[in-house]
């Protein structure tokens, strides 16, 4: 009996966090592998998509902290502290920056992939998905470094983010490392950057890009992002975050709605369900 209960709880949960993808969203990747399904959802989340300028207004509903503290402060990937008190918080609206002159002055906007990457050009510029309310000291001591494994640190933020010379096997530059709980959502975000602007994304100049409109990525750095999608599964705020976005701009990030799929683009082939799912497949807490 306790193991129906547990089974009815789980697909009624799975059901309730789907609940905001649209109906048939996704028709036509079923059966698709490989860069043909990129393609395919290249062309899904470019279609609806809203340039709905560069302003704060989804952050109120998108990236508040209702997961660890569970304060209703904003949910900033670079000092969380996932395992107990955080270093400081942020009020939304109140703490926008502003001027800051260290870590806690107040919250200003992260572009993920650094907007210098793409010729601060729209709509990249604007495209809340990886775009994330972060401290603006650290968002500046992070600046266009790309996101890496630190070696040796020569600067570490409150919550543990680093910023010093590349551990990863061929790339000696600097880079900067986010906390472990965030480098699954920042790498599916780069899955998503990839597969939204494949057809621009030639044009950017990154060192984590390999110059194609297919694979994107250059090892190590490829790797590094498989590595993370893999160590840190989809959560409740992304799933929440992904409807958030959805709502404001009018597209989603398929890897948070369908983990899956990033393995069937850029994995090693051993997934083997490439059916678009009618829930999340990853539920991780």
């Known amino acids: 009996m306790k193991k129906h209960f547990y089974l009815f709880v789980a697909v009624f949960m799975a059901n309730l966090l ?6 048939g969203y996704y028709d036509g990747t079923s059966g698709l592998t490989g860069f043909t399904l990129k393609t395919k959802l290249h062309d899904i989340i470019k279609t609806g998509h809203q340039d709905k300028g560069y302003n704060w207004a989804v952050y109120t509903t998108s990236d508040r902290d209702k997961y660890y503290e569970n304060d209703n402060s904003v949910l900033d ?56 309310p972060t401290d603006g000291y650290v968002n500046e001591k992070r600046g266009n470094w790309p996101y890496g494994e630190v ?24 880079v900067f490392e986010p906390i472990d709980e965030f ?23 990154y060192d984590m890009y390999d110059g194609t409109t297919t694979k994107v990525f250059a090892e190590p750095f490829l790797g590094m992002l498989l ?8 959560s409740q705020k992304e799933i929440d975050r992904n409807n958030a976005i959805h709502t404001y701009q009018k597209n989603r990030n398929p890897y948070v709605d369908n983990p899956n799929w990033v393995e069937v ?21």
């Open 227 to 234: 590595k993370w999608h893999r160590n840190d599964p989809v």
């Open 183 to 205: 480098k699954g959502d920042l790498a599916r975000v780069y899955f998503y950057f990839a597969t939204r602007y494949q057809d621009r994304i030639t044009t950017f100049n």
């Open 151 to 174: 070696a040796n640190a020569t600067w570490t933020s409150q919550n543990g983010s680093k910023l010093g010379s590349s551990a990863l096997s061929g790339y000696s530059g600097t």
């Open 77 to 132: 990937i670079y000092s969380e502290n996932p395992t107990g008190s955080d270093p400081y918080n942020f009020t939304m609206v109140t703490n926008q920056c502003g001027n800051y002159t260290g870590e806690a002055s107040c919250y200003n906007r992260e572009h993920s992939i650094p907007k210098s990457t793409f010729s601060d050009k729209t709509p990249m510029h604007n495209d809340y998905h990886h775009l994330f």
């Open 265 to 285: 683009i850029w994995g090693n082939g051993g997934v083997t369900d490439t059916q678009a799912p009618s829930t999340p497949t990853n539920l991780a807490a």
């Open 18 to 23: 789907s609940a905001q993808i649209p109906a």
